[in-house]
């Protein structure tokens, strides 16, 4: 199972999230228990929405939403850093339903 992160700590801890994720690996991102998306490593062959660090921060409700439709590359100092995607159906089958299970 995937290392499992909330939001609040998506939005506190996202630089050192970030370096871990671009070192290899992946993180759910979970929203009132529920996984909402996916915090991975960016691939060289993705051609994704780029969308500042700060400014994901600052929305961080809005981008998550936008996450689970499509991916977004999430950009440090303008260099492509890490993709913010949908969580893959086989990841959601695996995830506990409610916080008490965590």
Same mark, same amino acid.
């Given at each position: 199972?995937?290392?499992?992160?909330?939001? *609040?700590?998506? $939005?506190?801890? #996202? /630089?050192?999230? %970030?370096? *871990?994720?671009?070192?290899?690996?992946?993180?759910?991102?979970?929203?009132?228990? +529920? =996984?909402?998306? /996916? !915090? $991975?490593?960016? +691939?060289?062959?993705?051609?994704? @929405? *780029?969308?500042? #660090?700060?400014?994901?921060? *600052?929305? #961080?409700? $809005?981008? /998550? @939403?936008? %996450?689970?439709? $499509?991916?977004? /590359? #999430?950009?440090?100092?303008?260099?492509?850093?890490?993709?913010?995607?949908?969580? =893959?159906?086989? !990841?959601?089958?695996?995830?506990?339903?409610?916080?008490?299970? !965590?």
């Amino acid at each position: 199972m995937q290392p499992v992160v909330t939001t *609040r700590e998506l $939005r506190r801890d #996202i /630089l050192d999230l %970030a370096e *871990r994720a671009v070192a290899g690996e992946a993180f759910v991102v979970m929203r009132h228990g +529920r =996984p909402v998306a /996916l !915090l $991975r490593k960016a +691939r060289p062959e993705e051609d994704l @929405r *780029r969308v500042p #660090i700060e400014t994901f921060r *600052r929305h #961080i409700a $809005r981008s /998550l @939403r936008q %996450a689970q439709q $499509r991916p977004h /590359l #999430i950009t440090w100092h303008g260099r492509d850093s890490v993709v913010l995607a949908p969580v =893959p159906s086989e !990841l959601m089958e695996q995830q506990p339903d409610s916080e008490e299970e !965590l």
